[in-house]
């Protein structure tokens, strides 16, 4: 990463777009004005005029569920390998050692990673930390602390908004405290209380009293309780200006195809987003019977078909709840194109205009009139971009570079033959 301030950019030349023409884009202050042949564009302000030929230029994306509290601890919370429970149990005892800044100091690191990534949005959860519920307020809100001071801080290079994670157990007092901090959205996980429906309507309570919105861990098992029909009847007449989503959905996912239309019905009627995370819930589900078993994805064709708004993340990276992951969008598409079937166009669009849809986000990517944040990824194609992932990659927030990192590889060739060109490497 460089340590210089962003630095506003006026025309980025010679891009290949994801359609597979090679065009100039004109950036104006923090929007995108105009998309032109290449070779046509002429910059129009004083930013810098970046030559991006081989590069494909894409809508930044947008990461719509992290868990940046828990980002990093794998190897401190040394958890065994296992399901949901069993890392629910390993956070929870590694959860108690935290401070404020050792959780800061790994949430920064993470937002950096997915910043360099392409990645200038970010949801994050933040788990509302009442172990069994007799902690301390003061226990309680450490990690909503350390988000906010992460937010702070990198706040002018990232729009970063953040979740109160709020478990079965989590007293009422110790959710309203996290939120009092400037917590952005109520979240829960209602399918593993022992009374989901009423975990539901608490949560739903408290986010009309504070008139927030709201975002649930939603039926995140293969087996378990359906509460995803009911959210969405109970959020149907809900004001529009705020977004509700559920991520995860698994439990959608194995659904007989009747009862799957059902609930996918009242998932469309009520415009409730969907966010699909792939990484963890392969990792998470299907522990039982991993040959054959079902997997946790959620049903994505049928939500898509049936015109749900459907985002995808990265979710948890490296900790007790999935080992592994970078938070890069394009490992995200990667995998939805091999478990989820999607074309890698389909893919992509979950990660940035599907996630930036769910977020409630203003529309953004290389078409006139939209936000100037942009990906451009070296390659020959969007296909391409999504299944090398090159670490050759320009960045734009808001009009500005917020990250550049190149790659330089220097390929050994047998005697007598000339080199071969340097290949993207993810
Ligand atoms: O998948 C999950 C579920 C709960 N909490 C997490 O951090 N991840």
Known sequence: MSAQPPRPV??????????????DVVVEGEVVTQVLP???????????????????????????HAHLDKARSFELAAPPLGDLGSAIEAWRAYAETMT??????????????MLASGTTAIRSHVDVLSGDGTATVEQATR?????????????????????????????DEHVEAVLDLGIDVVGGA???????????????????????????????????????????LAVRDWPRDR?????????????????????????????????TLPITNLYLQGWDAPVGTPRGLTAIRALLDAGVRVAAG???????????????????????????????????????DGARSVLGLPPAGPRPGARADLLAVRGESLADAVATASADRVVVHRGSVVARSTLTTTLAAPAGVPAPDPVPVG
């Open 10 to 23: 006026s025309l980025l030349r010679g891009v290949t777009l994801a359609d597979g023409h090679a065009a």
């Open 38 to 64: 290449a070779g046509s564009g002429v910059a129009a302000g004083a930013g810098d005029v970046l030559d991006l030929d081989g590069y494909v230029l894409l809508a930044a994306p947008a990461e719509p």
């Open 100 to 113: 404020v800044e050792s959780i800061a100091a790994r949430a920064r690191a993470q937002v950096l990673q």
């Open 143 to 171: 990690g909503a602390r350390a988000l906010v001071a992460v937010r702070e801080e990198l706040g002018s290079l990232v729009d970063l908004e953040l979740v109160a994670l709020a478990g079965p157990h989590c007293p």
């Open 190 to 232: 209602p399918h593993l209380a022992d009374d989901p429906l009423a975990d539901l309507d608490r949560l739903l309570a408290i986010a009309g009293r504070r008139g927030l919105p709201v975002d649930l861990h939603t039926d995140e098992s293969l087996d378990g309780p359906v509460t995803l029909d009911a959210y969405a």
């Open 243 to 275: 977004q509700y989503s559920a991520g995860h959905c698994v439990r959608l996912g194995t659904l007989a195809p009747d009862e799957r239309d059902r609930v996918v019905a009242e998932v469309a009627a009520s415009d409730l987003g969907v966010i």
């Open 314 to 352: 990265a979710d948890n990276v490296r900790d007790p709840f999935n080992p592994v992951g970078r938070g890069d969008a394009l490992e995200t598409a990667s995998l939805l194109v091999t478990a989820g079937h999607l074309s890698p166009a389909e893919a992509y669009g979950l990660v940035s």
